[in-house]
C-alpha cells in the first residue's frame, strides 16, 4: 500500500536563479538552537562539522545576514534571522498541515485504487482536531485506507446525511450553549437512522503568549483595543462556540480586534499567535503547549463522530469502533493535553448526544 506525505518546504531564490531549499538548514537551526553547539547539532544530524557549517555559510549569504552567534558563555545561539526562519518554517507547516494531510490522504487513496484489489475506505469528514489526526495516523499505520477531509463541523455532519462519508466529526460544549449548537447539526441527522461514536472530551480556551504579556484573564480582555485577536473560520464549531461565549460576558464580537482574520485550525491559530502576529486566539489546548503558549481554559466539550447505524458492526466501520476502544488508541489520545478518552468508542444515541432541541 502506498503511503504519501505532504510537506511544507521553504525555498530560498536569487535574482541570479539560485534557488536552495532550506529543509536541511531549518532541522539543524532547532539542533542549535536546543544544544547551544553546532558541532553537537552536526553530529545529531549525522552530518560532519564542516558540511553543517557549509550549508548555514550557504543560506547565510543567500539570506544576507547570520543565523547563528556566539555568545560567552552559552556557546552558539541563533540570531534573530535564525530564529525568524524557524518561526516561517513552522508557521508554514502549521497553517497548512490539516489541509496537506488532508491531500496526502485522498491522493494515497486514488494511487492505491489503481495498484491494489478493491478496499474499503474509511471516509472521514471531519472538524480539526488532535484526536481526529490520532486516528488517521493509527488507521494508516494499520494498512487500514482513509479518506480524510478537514471540513467545518457542519459541512461535514450533511456530507453524511448526503452519504459522501461514513464518518462525520463535530464537537459540542458542555454548558449552557450545547443546546443551541446541538441544534446546528439536528437537522441533518435522523434518530432512526444515525448514532454517535464518542471520541474525546476535551477543553478549548485563550491561547496567550509565555508568561501572559498582556495581562489577559479571560474573554473579556479580547474588547482591549490593545489586543490582537485570530479567529477560525465562519462556519466551524469553534466559531460558533466562541460566538456565543463572547455575547455570554457581553463583548460584541464585531468589536473585537482581528475578529474578520482567520485560520481553518487549531494549530494554525497557535502558530499565529506564536509568531507574533496576533495576541491571543482560541483553540484546543494541545496546539497552545505544542507552540510553547500559555492556555487559558474556558470550556469542556464533548467530540464526536455521526455515522449510520446500519454500518457499525460491518466494515469499515466495525474496524475504526475496534480501534477506538484499544487500550493503545486511548492511550496516544491520553498524552494530548487536555483530552480525555476514557469514553472513546462509546456509542451514543442522538437523544443523549444532542439533547433536548431548543424551544
Known sequence: MIRVECQVELVV??????????????????????????????????LS??????????????????????????????????????????????RLDGNLQALASEVASDLNRWLAPPADD??????????????????????????????????????LARGE?????????????????????????????????????RKQGLFIGKGNPKGIDGLGDLARDDIRFVNRQPGSGTRMLLDLSLRRVGVDPDRVNG????????????????????????????????????????VDEDYFFACDRARLSRAPLAAVIELLRSSGFRHSVEQLDGYDPRDCGRIVDLAEGLGEAVG
Open 259 to 298: 475578529y474578520a482574520s482567520t485560520e481553518l485550525t487549531h494549530s494554525a491559530i497557535a502558530a499565529f499567535v506564536a509568531s507574533g502576529m496576533a495576541d491571543v486566539g482560541f483553540g484546543v489546548e494541545p496546539a497552545a503547549h505544542h507552540f510553547g503558549l500559555d492556555f487559558i481554559p474556558i
Open 13 to 46: 531564490k536569487g535574482a541570479d536563479g539560485y534557488e536552495a531549499s532550506l529543509s536541511d538548514v531549518v532541522p539543524l537551526l532547532a539542533l542549535v538552537d536546543e544544544s547551544g553547539s553546532i558541532a553537537q547539532a552536526a553530529a545529531l544530524k549525522g
Open 165 to 201: 462519508c461514513e464518518l462525520a466529526g463535530f464537537h459540542l460544549p458542555l454548558n449552557e450553549f450545547r443546546p443551541t449548537c446541538a441544534d446546528v447539526y439536528r437537522r441533518w441527522l435522523d434518530p432512526q437512522r444515525h448514532v454517535l461514536v464518542h471520541l474525546t472530551r
Open 49 to 94: 562539522y564542516r558540511h553543517a557549517w557549509g550549508l548555514l555559510r550557504g543560506i547565510e549569504e543567500r539570506l544576507g545576514g547570520p543565523l547563528i552567534s556566539k555568545e560567552r558563555g552559552r556557546g552558539s545561539v541563533l540570531s534573530e534571522l535564525g530564529h525568524a526562519v524557524l518561526r516561517a518554517q513552522r508557521l508554514c507547516g502549521e
Open 122 to 159: 474509511v471516509r472521514i469528514h471531519a472538524s480539526h482536531g488532535y484526536a481526529v489526526a490520532a486516528l488517521v495516523t493509527a488507521l494508516v499505520a494499520g494498512d487500514q485506507p482513509v479518506d480524510i477531509k478537514y471540513r467545518d463541523s457542519a459541512d461535514a455532519v450533511s456530507a
